[in-house]
């Protein structure tokens, strides 16, 4: 079809390469030099743009998020990749600062995604790789730094304009199997008093809100007092909460509504309304552990021991396992586990 007056102008843009490479390198008078490296296979870029008519570099990035039709994204990939960073630091406090210390930093990386867009008002993003192995050798640190992770993403999602309708929020954190080389916890834990199994944290939240406010406006943003709030979250839900390492693991769920006509139950927050519930495993296990290495004192251990006592139910026929609910009324009351603490 024909293009009308006034439709966006649309740009849409694919590339892939066998491999990808970029070398920077820099040496400072009387203070020092680094080198940084990346190399990728498989490498793939798409996506596409929508631009008001006659955009420049003076539109206003308002002007694009408050239509629908214009917007931005984009999308990456790549089979594996590999950064390397070199430097020597000759002189602290200078323009290259490493502290004084000479070394190097590689990190290689597993198949990886990237996507990005500005579009209906919200940006949305995401990175996530399948694995990471990070090695750091210098003479400041007089043993090898080794680090693995099976897999790590991070997301955000979140509107970018003001609009009377409510939109969806969420930000993400994936670090899965975390392992240290053993060299490494011995250290600190000559003899392995602590279970050495990777660590995961998987935490996904969502909710709903809209800005008050442009936020791209400095002069609107000048304009809110210390009271006035920019945006607004109406409601916020876990999706996921997964927490393990040193033998001791959190799972959780819950969500909660905020009821901005009452700003003064909770001392000029929106009132919350709502519940979290939680599954505890190997926390009396790894209080003794943490004692018995001289890391935590026997009267905090004591201390904690005595809030699982309280705000914990214990899980039958499941070892060292218990369980609890937080709760937020409306009228401002308070419960853990059944406990009023407020």
């Excluded at 936020?215 to 809110?224: G, H, K, M, Q």
């Excluded at 009452?262 to 495993?281: M, N, V």
């Amino acid at each position: 079809s024909l293009r009308e007056v006034g439709d966006p102008d649309r740009t849409e843009f694919s590339s892939s390469a066998a491999s990808l490479s970029a070398r920077f390198a820099a040496d400072i008078e009387d203070d020092g030099s680094f080198s940084l490296s990346y190399v990728s296979s498989d490498y793939s870029v798409a996506g596409a743009i929508a631009l008001p008519p006659e955009a420049d570099s003076d539109t206003e990035a308002s002007d694009i998020l408050a239509n629908d039709a214009y917007g931005v994204r984009y999308e990456t990939s790549t089979a594996a990749g590999f950064v390397s960073l070199a430097f020597d630091d000759q002189r602290c406090g200078g323009d290259v600062d490493f502290d004084g210390a000479s070394g190097t930093v590689d990190i290689s990386l597993g198949a990886a995604n990237q996507s990005f867009s500005l579009e209906k008002g919200a940006v949305t993003a995401r990175s996530e790789t399948d694995g990471v192995d990070f090695a750091l050798r210098t003479d400041q640190v007089p043993v090898p730094v080794d680090i693995n992770l099976g897999g790590a993403a991070l997301s955000f999602t979140s509107p970018l304009s003001p609009r009377d309708e409510e939109s969806d929020v969420q930000i993400g954190l994936e670090i899965r199997e975390l392992a240290v080389d053993d060299f490494l916890w011995n250290l600190f834990d000559p003899g392995e008093v602590l279970p050495r199994d990777p660590a995961s944290i998987i935490i996904d939240l969502v909710g709903q809100g809209r800005w008050l406010t442009d936020i791209f406006d400095e002069t609107a943003l000048a304009t809110l007092g210390p009271d006035d709030l920019p945006g607004i979250l109406s409601s916020a839900k876990i999706e996921a909460l997964e927490i393990s390492a040193l033998g001791a693991g959190v799972e959780g769920e819950g969500s909660v509504s905020f009821d901005y006509t009452d700003l003064e139950t909770f001392d000029g927050l929106p009132a919350p309304d709502g519940a979290l519930s939680a599954t505890i495993s190997g926390v009396s296990g790894l209080i003794d552990n943490l004692v018995m290495l001289g890391l935590l004192p026997e009267e905090q251990a004591l201390g904690a021991r005595f809030m699982l006592g309280v705000f914990t139910t214990p899980v039958p026929d499941a070892d060292d396992t218990v369980t609890t609910e937080l709760s937020v009324l409306p009228d401002g009351q308070v419960f853990a586990n059944g406990q009023r603490i407020r």
